[in-house]
């Protein structure tokens, strides 16, 4: 099975909409620390937001959050 198809099943399930939710929640909280980060870190900080983002479009988050957002913090 290919990745895509395997995120295609899991998006039909609520605990993963949650569980992309954290990931949401993380990137937010990681761009804010940019804002007092000195320069070495903001590098590392850049590359989790990165991979945060990443992470929410292959789960296709914003159809996600549409699909179970009776089940999501919001």
Excluded: C
């Excluded at 990745?3 to 099943?9: F, G, I, S, T, W």
């Excluded at 980060?37 to 990165?50: K, N, P, W, Y």
Aim: aromatic share 6%; proline share 1%.
């Amino acid at each position: 099975m290919k990745l895509e198809e395997d995120v295609k099943a899991l998006s039909n399930h609520e605990t993963f909409a949650r569980f992309v939710e954290i990931i949401h929640t993380l990137r937010e909280e990681t761009i804010s620390e940019m804002h007092k980060a000195s320069t070495d870190e903001l590098q590392q900080l850049s590359g989790r937001v990165i991979t945060y983002d990443q992470i929410l479009q292959m789960a296709n988050w914003p159809l996600l959050k549409v699909r179970h957002q009776q089940s999501l913090n919001n």
